[in-house]
Protein backbone atom coordinates (compact mmCIF):
# COMPACT_ATOMS: atom_id res chain seq x y z
CA UNK A 1 0.00 0.00 0.00
CA UNK A 2 1.38 3.29 -0.59
CA UNK A 3 -0.21 7.04 -0.78
CA UNK A 4 0.23 9.56 -3.66
CA UNK A 5 -0.94 12.82 -3.79
CA UNK A 6 1.18 14.62 -4.69
CA UNK A 7 -14.64 33.87 -11.08
CA UNK A 8 -14.56 36.88 -12.83
CA UNK A 9 -17.03 33.87 -12.97
CA UNK A 10 -18.45 33.01 -16.77
CA UNK A 11 -20.64 30.36 -14.35
CA UNK A 12 -21.65 30.13 -11.56
CA UNK A 13 -19.34 28.24 -9.01
CA UNK A 14 -20.47 24.78 -7.37
CA UNK A 15 -20.18 24.13 -3.92
CA UNK A 16 -20.42 21.92 -0.74
CA UNK A 17 -21.01 22.27 3.27
CA UNK A 18 -18.81 21.34 5.62
CA UNK A 19 -20.79 20.35 8.73
CA UNK A 20 -18.75 19.19 11.39
CA UNK A 21 -19.21 19.81 15.17
CA UNK A 22 -21.01 23.23 15.60
CA UNK A 23 -19.23 24.70 12.83
CA UNK A 24 -20.61 24.90 9.12
CA UNK A 25 -18.64 26.04 6.07
CA UNK A 26 -19.00 25.85 2.29
CA UNK A 27 -16.36 26.01 0.08
CA UNK A 28 -17.16 26.28 -3.90
CA UNK A 29 -14.95 24.94 -6.49
CA UNK A 30 -12.87 27.79 -7.37
CA UNK A 31 -11.54 27.55 -3.79
CA UNK A 32 -13.26 30.70 -2.32
CA UNK A 33 -15.23 30.02 1.04
CA UNK A 34 -18.22 32.00 0.36
CA UNK A 35 -21.90 32.75 1.22
CA UNK A 36 -25.08 32.10 -0.68
CA UNK A 37 -28.48 33.04 0.12
CA UNK A 38 -29.27 32.75 3.52
CA UNK A 39 -25.98 30.98 4.34
CA UNK A 40 -22.30 32.72 5.29
CA UNK A 41 -19.05 31.16 4.36
CA UNK A 42 -18.80 30.28 8.07
CA UNK A 43 -21.44 29.79 10.80
CA UNK A 44 -22.57 28.12 13.88
CA UNK A 45 -25.03 25.41 13.24
CA UNK A 46 -27.29 26.81 15.63
CA UNK A 47 -27.09 29.92 12.81
CA UNK A 48 -25.25 32.06 14.11
CA UNK A 49 -23.14 34.23 11.36
CA UNK A 50 -19.08 34.62 11.69
CA UNK A 51 -17.74 34.95 8.09
CA UNK A 52 -19.58 35.99 4.94
CA UNK A 53 -16.86 35.17 2.89
CA UNK A 54 -12.96 34.81 2.50
CA UNK A 55 -10.21 33.73 -0.07
CA UNK A 56 -6.71 34.04 -0.78
CA UNK A 57 -4.71 36.90 -2.55
CA UNK A 58 -1.13 36.08 -4.09
CA UNK A 59 1.83 38.07 -5.68
CA UNK A 60 5.13 38.10 -7.02
CA UNK A 61 7.37 39.61 -9.44
CA UNK A 62 9.08 37.47 -12.26
CA UNK A 63 12.54 38.09 -13.47
CA UNK A 64 11.71 41.05 -15.51
CA UNK A 65 10.42 43.04 -12.87
CA UNK A 66 6.47 42.34 -13.78
CA UNK A 67 3.82 42.09 -10.87
CA UNK A 68 1.59 39.33 -11.20
CA UNK A 69 -0.76 38.69 -8.78
CA UNK A 70 -4.39 36.42 -8.75
CA UNK A 71 -7.69 37.51 -5.63
CA UNK A 72 -10.32 36.34 -4.54
CA UNK A 73 -12.98 39.56 -4.33
CA UNK A 74 -14.43 38.85 -0.82
CA UNK A 75 -16.53 41.91 -1.32
CA UNK A 76 -18.58 40.92 -5.11
CA UNK A 77 -18.69 38.63 -6.94
CA UNK A 78 -15.14 38.76 -9.52
CA UNK A 79 -12.43 36.38 -9.04
CA UNK A 80 -8.93 35.55 -10.50
CA UNK A 81 -9.52 32.06 -9.69
CA UNK A 82 -10.88 29.54 -11.94
CA UNK A 83 -12.28 25.77 -11.47
CA UNK A 84 -9.95 23.45 -12.34
CA UNK A 85 -6.11 22.51 -13.01
CA UNK A 86 -3.59 23.66 -15.19
CA UNK A 87 -1.92 21.59 -18.22
CA UNK A 88 1.76 21.06 -17.71
CA UNK A 89 2.72 23.12 -20.51
CA UNK A 90 2.29 26.55 -21.16
CA UNK A 91 -0.23 27.06 -18.46
CA UNK A 92 -3.16 26.03 -20.19
CA UNK A 93 -6.60 25.63 -18.22
CA UNK A 94 -8.80 23.12 -18.28
CA UNK A 95 -12.53 23.18 -19.08
CA UNK A 96 -13.98 25.11 -16.05
CA UNK A 97 -17.27 23.60 -16.64
CA UNK A 98 -16.20 20.39 -16.55
CA UNK A 99 -14.16 21.06 -13.08
CA UNK A 100 -17.15 23.62 -11.92
CA UNK A 101 -17.52 20.55 -8.59
CA UNK A 102 -16.24 20.34 -5.05
CA UNK A 103 -14.96 16.75 -3.73
CA UNK A 104 -17.06 16.07 -0.12
CA UNK A 105 -15.60 13.33 1.62
CA UNK A 106 -16.19 11.34 4.80
CA UNK A 107 -13.96 9.41 7.46
CA UNK A 108 -17.35 6.97 7.58
CA UNK A 109 -17.90 6.84 4.13
CA UNK A 110 -14.17 5.70 2.97
CA UNK A 111 -14.33 2.84 6.48
CA UNK A 112 -17.41 1.50 4.70
CA UNK A 113 -15.66 1.45 1.28
CA UNK A 114 -12.62 -0.58 2.68
CA UNK A 115 -15.32 -2.86 3.98
CA UNK A 116 -17.29 -3.42 1.00
CA UNK A 117 -15.41 -2.48 -2.39
CA UNK A 118 -14.90 -6.72 -2.60
CA UNK A 119 -18.55 -7.20 -2.65
CA UNK A 120 -19.68 -8.17 -6.14
CA UNK A 121 -22.94 -6.06 -5.84
CA UNK A 122 -21.05 -3.31 -4.53
CA UNK A 123 -21.27 0.15 -5.88
CA UNK A 124 -18.64 2.78 -4.89
CA UNK A 125 -20.60 5.91 -3.77
CA UNK A 126 -20.80 9.42 -6.13
CA UNK A 127 -17.96 10.99 -3.67
CA UNK A 128 -15.59 7.88 -3.90
CA UNK A 129 -16.59 7.74 -7.65
CA UNK A 130 -15.72 10.98 -8.43
CA UNK A 131 -12.65 11.49 -6.52
CA UNK A 132 -9.97 13.28 -8.52
CA UNK A 133 -7.16 11.43 -7.53
CA UNK A 134 -5.33 10.86 -10.87
CA UNK A 135 -6.29 12.48 -13.94
CA UNK A 136 -2.49 11.79 -16.35
CA UNK A 137 -1.55 13.70 -19.10
CA UNK A 138 -1.57 16.76 -19.72
CA UNK A 139 -2.37 17.35 -16.45
CA UNK A 140 -0.41 15.92 -13.08
CA UNK A 141 -0.54 12.30 -13.11
CA UNK A 142 -1.87 12.43 -9.51
CA UNK A 143 -4.38 15.84 -8.55
CA UNK A 144 -6.12 14.65 -4.83
CA UNK A 145 -4.11 12.61 -2.43
CA UNK A 146 -5.08 8.75 -2.55
CA UNK A 147 -4.28 5.59 -1.40
CA UNK A 148 -2.78 3.20 -3.84
CA UNK A 149 -4.39 0.39 -1.63
CA UNK A 150 -3.60 -2.88 -3.80
CA UNK A 151 -2.28 -2.11 -7.52
CA UNK A 152 0.21 0.49 -6.87
CA UNK A 153 0.14 1.70 -10.30
CA UNK A 154 -0.77 5.70 -9.64
CA UNK A 155 -3.91 5.30 -10.88
CA UNK A 156 -6.94 6.08 -8.97
CA UNK A 157 -9.34 2.61 -9.13
CA UNK A 158 -11.57 2.67 -6.32
CA UNK A 159 -12.95 -0.72 -7.73
CA UNK A 160 -9.29 -1.88 -6.58
CA UNK A 161 -10.00 -0.69 -3.47
CA UNK A 162 -8.11 2.96 -3.59
CA UNK A 163 -9.53 5.72 -1.46
CA UNK A 164 -9.36 9.37 -1.03
CA UNK A 165 -6.31 9.95 1.67
CA UNK A 166 -7.91 12.00 4.40
CA UNK A 167 -6.60 13.18 7.63
CA UNK A 168 -9.82 14.33 9.20
CA UNK A 169 -13.22 13.44 10.02
CA UNK A 170 -14.46 15.50 6.95
CA UNK A 171 -13.26 16.80 4.33
CA UNK A 172 -14.17 19.18 1.24
CA UNK A 173 -11.90 19.52 -1.57
CA UNK A 174 -11.55 22.00 -4.78
CA UNK A 175 -8.69 22.59 -7.53
CA UNK A 176 -8.79 25.80 -8.86
CA UNK A 177 -6.38 28.17 -11.08
CA UNK A 178 -5.52 31.95 -12.07
CA UNK A 179 -4.81 31.11 -15.90
CA UNK A 180 -8.62 30.44 -17.12
CA UNK A 181 -8.57 34.17 -18.20
CA UNK A 182 -5.44 35.88 -18.70
CA UNK A 183 -7.15 39.42 -18.01
CA UNK A 184 -7.26 39.62 -14.30
CA UNK A 185 -9.43 42.33 -14.11
CA UNK A 186 -9.94 42.31 -9.96
CA UNK A 187 -6.02 43.22 -9.41
CA UNK A 188 -5.37 44.41 -13.00
CA UNK A 189 -1.97 42.51 -13.20
CA UNK A 190 -0.75 39.54 -15.44
CA UNK A 191 -1.61 36.25 -13.81
CA UNK A 192 1.13 34.26 -12.17
CA UNK A 193 0.19 30.08 -13.54
CA UNK A 194 -0.33 28.66 -10.39
CA UNK A 195 -3.02 26.02 -9.22
CA UNK A 196 -5.15 26.16 -6.01
CA UNK A 197 -6.17 22.98 -3.79
CA UNK A 198 -8.05 24.03 -1.03
CA UNK A 199 -8.69 21.35 1.46
CA UNK A 200 -11.53 22.21 4.14
CA UNK A 201 -12.16 19.64 7.32
CA UNK A 202 -12.93 19.21 10.40
CA UNK A 203 -13.09 16.68 13.66
CA UNK A 204 -16.21 15.27 14.95
CA UNK A 205 -16.27 14.68 18.42
CA UNK A 206 -13.38 16.68 19.65
CA UNK A 207 -14.41 19.07 22.27
CA UNK A 208 -11.54 21.54 21.38
CA UNK A 209 -11.89 21.48 17.67
CA UNK A 210 -15.55 22.12 18.07
CA UNK A 211 -15.43 24.96 16.89
CA UNK A 212 -12.96 25.32 14.13
CA UNK A 213 -12.69 25.07 10.37
CA UNK A 214 -9.03 24.11 9.50
CA UNK A 215 -8.39 25.30 5.63
CA UNK A 216 -5.01 24.11 4.06
CA UNK A 217 -4.51 25.77 0.43
CA UNK A 218 -1.41 24.22 -1.33
CA UNK A 219 -0.05 26.25 -4.34
CA UNK A 220 1.16 25.01 -7.44
CA UNK A 221 3.83 26.90 -9.44
CA UNK A 222 2.38 25.33 -12.92
CA UNK A 223 4.66 28.29 -14.93
CA UNK A 224 8.05 28.11 -16.18
CA UNK A 225 8.85 31.30 -14.09
CA UNK A 226 10.72 31.40 -10.41
CA UNK A 227 9.11 33.57 -8.11
CA UNK A 228 11.48 34.53 -5.45
CA UNK A 229 9.38 36.71 -3.17
CA UNK A 230 6.35 35.08 -3.44
CA UNK A 231 3.36 36.17 -1.18
CA UNK A 232 0.46 34.90 0.07
CA UNK A 233 -2.83 36.73 2.18
CA UNK A 234 -6.06 35.62 3.50
CA UNK A 235 -8.61 38.16 2.94
CA UNK A 236 -11.34 37.84 5.18
CA UNK A 237 -14.59 39.50 5.00
CA UNK A 238 -15.65 39.11 8.91
CA UNK A 239 -19.12 38.98 9.46
CA UNK A 240 -20.07 39.11 13.29
CA UNK A 241 -23.80 38.25 14.32
CA UNK A 242 -26.36 40.43 12.44
CA UNK A 243 -24.82 43.97 12.37
CA UNK A 244 -21.79 45.33 10.94
CA UNK A 245 -20.24 46.54 14.10
CA UNK A 246 -17.22 44.52 14.38
CA UNK A 247 -14.12 45.52 16.18
CA UNK A 248 -10.92 43.92 14.55
CA UNK A 249 -7.85 43.21 16.37
CA UNK A 250 -4.43 41.10 16.03
CA UNK A 251 -3.45 38.27 18.59
CA UNK A 252 0.04 38.32 17.61
CA UNK A 253 1.58 35.75 19.81
CA UNK A 254 -0.74 33.25 18.03
CA UNK A 255 -0.83 35.03 14.51
CA UNK A 256 -4.39 35.29 14.61
CA UNK A 257 -6.55 37.74 13.64
CA UNK A 258 -10.24 38.41 14.81
CA UNK A 259 -13.20 40.39 15.07
CA UNK A 260 -15.39 41.00 17.86
CA UNK A 261 -18.18 42.92 18.52
CA UNK A 262 -19.72 45.62 20.22
CA UNK A 263 -21.46 44.03 23.49
CA UNK A 264 -24.30 46.10 23.64
CA UNK A 265 -26.04 44.74 20.71
CA UNK A 266 -28.82 42.48 22.08
CA UNK A 267 -28.11 39.53 19.94
CA UNK A 268 -24.96 38.70 22.25
CA UNK A 269 -26.47 39.29 25.73
CA UNK A 270 -23.38 40.67 27.15
CA UNK A 271 -21.14 38.07 25.96
CA UNK A 272 -17.80 38.55 24.04
CA UNK A 273 -18.44 36.29 21.12
CA UNK A 274 -15.36 36.54 18.45
CA UNK A 275 -13.69 34.99 15.73
CA UNK A 276 -10.75 34.51 13.48
CA UNK A 277 -8.59 32.93 11.45
CA UNK A 278 -5.09 31.85 12.93
CA UNK A 279 -1.91 30.88 10.68
CA UNK A 280 -0.61 27.40 12.15
CA UNK A 281 2.31 26.52 10.02
CA UNK A 282 4.36 29.49 8.87
CA UNK A 283 4.95 32.82 10.07
CA UNK A 284 2.99 35.90 9.39
CA UNK A 285 4.88 39.18 8.53
CA UNK A 286 1.64 41.41 9.05
CA UNK A 287 -1.79 42.26 9.66
CA UNK A 288 -3.62 44.52 7.19
CA UNK A 289 -7.23 45.42 6.29
CA UNK A 290 -9.45 47.95 4.19
CA UNK A 291 -13.41 49.52 3.97
CA UNK A 292 -15.51 49.17 1.79
CA UNK A 293 -15.29 53.21 0.58
CA UNK A 294 -13.32 54.36 -2.20
CA UNK A 295 -10.43 56.54 0.32
CA UNK A 296 -7.51 56.79 -1.35
CA UNK A 297 -6.11 55.40 1.42
CA UNK A 298 -7.79 52.81 3.64
CA UNK A 299 -10.26 52.01 0.92
CA UNK A 300 -10.37 49.37 -1.58
CA UNK A 301 -7.81 48.53 -3.71
CA UNK A 302 -8.45 48.72 -7.55
CA UNK A 303 -4.85 48.64 -8.76
CA UNK A 304 -1.68 45.54 -8.57
CA UNK A 305 0.32 47.85 -7.12
CA UNK A 306 -2.72 48.81 -4.39
CA UNK A 307 -2.63 44.60 -3.65
CA UNK A 308 1.08 44.84 -3.25
CA UNK A 309 1.42 47.18 -0.99
CA UNK A 310 -1.63 45.90 1.64
CA UNK A 311 0.02 42.28 1.34
CA UNK A 312 3.20 43.91 2.07
CA UNK A 313 1.51 45.73 5.61
CA UNK A 314 1.23 49.01 4.17
CA UNK A 315 -1.82 50.92 3.30
CA UNK A 316 -2.78 51.21 -0.62
CA UNK A 317 -1.08 54.02 -1.84
CA UNK A 318 2.19 52.77 -0.12
CA UNK A 319 2.09 54.86 3.35
CA UNK A 320 2.63 52.90 6.29
CA UNK A 321 0.24 51.63 8.70
CA UNK A 322 0.75 53.33 12.13
CA UNK A 323 -0.31 53.11 15.62
CA UNK A 324 -3.51 54.95 16.89
CA UNK A 325 -6.93 55.88 15.49
CA UNK A 326 -7.77 54.06 12.22
CA UNK A 327 -4.03 53.44 11.39
CA UNK A 328 -4.12 56.66 8.43
CA UNK A 329 -3.43 59.30 10.92
CA UNK A 330 -1.72 57.67 13.98
CA UNK A 331 2.13 57.83 14.54
CA UNK A 332 4.90 55.57 14.48
CA UNK A 333 5.00 52.25 12.38
CA UNK A 334 2.91 49.14 12.94
CA UNK A 335 3.29 45.46 11.34
CA UNK A 336 -0.43 44.40 12.75
CA UNK A 337 -3.51 45.84 13.36
CA UNK A 338 -5.22 47.27 16.51
CA UNK A 339 -2.69 44.42 18.57
CA UNK A 340 -4.64 44.60 21.99
CA UNK A 341 -1.94 42.74 23.58
CA UNK A 342 1.93 44.35 23.34
CA UNK A 343 3.25 44.23 19.65
CA UNK A 344 6.77 43.82 21.09
CA UNK A 345 8.32 44.16 17.67
CA UNK A 346 6.81 47.94 17.33
CA UNK A 347 5.48 49.58 20.44
CA UNK A 348 4.99 48.62 23.99
CA UNK A 349 1.19 50.02 24.21
CA UNK A 350 -2.09 48.70 24.01
CA UNK A 351 -3.81 49.86 21.27
CA UNK A 352 -7.37 48.80 20.90
CA UNK A 353 -9.70 49.55 17.53
CA UNK A 354 -12.35 52.23 18.76
CA UNK A 355 -14.69 52.60 15.79
CA UNK A 356 -16.59 49.57 15.28
CA UNK A 357 -17.31 48.85 11.30
CA UNK A 358 -17.02 46.85 8.24
CA UNK A 359 -13.27 46.56 8.01
CA UNK A 360 -11.81 43.56 5.68
CA UNK A 361 -9.21 42.35 7.24
CA UNK A 362 -6.32 40.74 5.76
CA UNK A 363 -3.69 37.66 7.66
CA UNK A 364 -0.19 38.27 5.53
CA UNK A 365 2.18 35.75 5.26
CA UNK A 366 6.09 35.88 4.84
CA UNK A 367 8.06 36.07 1.71
CA UNK A 368 9.11 32.99 -0.04
CA UNK A 369 10.91 31.57 -3.09
CA UNK A 370 8.34 29.21 -4.86
CA UNK A 371 10.23 27.44 -7.98
CA UNK A 372 8.99 26.27 -11.29
CA UNK A 373 7.19 23.07 -10.03
CA UNK A 374 7.05 23.42 -6.51
CA UNK A 375 4.28 23.59 -3.98
CA UNK A 376 3.52 25.22 -0.77
CA UNK A 377 1.07 24.66 1.95
CA UNK A 378 -0.63 27.74 4.05
CA UNK A 379 -2.53 26.45 6.53
CA UNK A 380 -4.84 28.10 9.11
CA UNK A 381 -8.10 27.77 11.82
CA UNK A 382 -10.80 29.77 11.28
CA UNK A 383 -12.35 29.90 15.05
CA UNK A 384 -15.47 30.95 16.91
CA UNK A 385 -14.71 32.13 21.07
CA UNK A 386 -17.92 33.11 23.10
CA UNK A 387 -17.08 33.34 26.99
CA UNK A 388 -19.20 35.39 29.55
CA UNK A 389 -16.80 37.92 30.32
CA UNK A 390 -15.28 41.02 28.65
CA UNK A 391 -11.59 39.68 28.38
CA UNK A 392 -9.73 39.24 25.19
CA UNK A 393 -6.94 37.03 26.72
CA UNK A 394 -9.58 34.04 26.37
CA UNK A 395 -9.05 34.93 22.02
CA UNK A 396 -4.88 34.01 22.71
CA UNK A 397 -5.73 31.19 25.30
CA UNK A 398 -8.09 29.60 23.40
CA UNK A 399 -5.32 29.58 20.30
CA UNK A 400 -2.76 27.90 22.16
CA UNK A 401 -5.20 25.26 23.17
CA UNK A 402 -6.09 24.59 19.65
CA UNK A 403 -2.50 24.02 18.39
CA UNK A 404 -1.65 21.68 21.12
CA UNK A 405 -5.09 20.01 19.90
CA UNK A 406 -3.36 19.82 16.05
CA UNK A 407 0.17 19.02 17.20
CA UNK A 408 -1.08 16.17 19.40
CA UNK A 409 -2.85 15.07 15.81
CA UNK A 410 0.16 15.76 14.04
CA UNK A 411 -1.37 18.56 11.78
CA UNK A 412 1.05 21.45 12.90
CA UNK A 413 4.74 21.76 11.53
CA UNK A 414 5.88 25.24 13.27
CA UNK A 415 8.44 25.75 10.83
CA UNK A 416 7.24 24.23 7.32
CA UNK A 417 10.55 24.11 4.98
CA UNK A 418 9.19 24.19 1.15
CA UNK A 419 8.37 21.25 -0.41
CA UNK A 420 9.87 20.08 -3.69
CA UNK A 421 6.90 18.19 -5.26
CA UNK A 422 7.23 16.66 -8.86
CA UNK A 423 4.69 16.94 -11.68
CA UNK A 424 3.68 13.33 -11.49
CA UNK A 425 4.02 12.07 -7.87
CA UNK A 426 3.79 12.54 -3.79
CA UNK A 427 4.46 9.84 -1.62
CA UNK A 428 2.32 10.40 1.60
CA UNK A 429 4.01 8.01 5.09
CA UNK A 430 2.05 4.53 4.33
CA UNK A 431 -0.78 4.71 6.54
CA UNK A 432 -0.29 0.98 7.15
CA UNK A 433 2.46 1.45 8.75
Not at 36 to 64: E, Y
Not at 145 to 166: A, C, K, R, S, W
Not at 317 to 333: C, I
Amino acid sequence: MMIVSLNYIYSQPSSSVLRVNNMQARLNSNGLLSDSIGFPAIQRKDGFRLIRSAGVWMSAKDSLGQLRLAAHNVLFNTHEFWSGPLELQNEIASNQATWNKVYPITREGIDYHLKHYTDNSYVPSQSILTWPGSLGTPFAQILAPFVDYQVNNLEYEPLEGDYPYITSDELIYSIANDRYSSNHQYTNSLPLGVELHTSLFGFEKDTTLENCVIVRYSVYNRSNRAYKNFRFTAAINFELGNNTNEYLGTETTAQALYVINDTTEATFSGKLVSSGCMAINRQISSTMYFENTSDPINGRPDSAIHFYNLMQGNWKNGQALNYGSNGVDGSGSARFVYPDTTDKDNSNFRWVDQVPGKKIGLLNFDSIELKQGQAVNFEMVYFSVEEKFDNLKQIGQYCSTVKQALKARKLVKLVENQVSKSHNLICFPNPAK
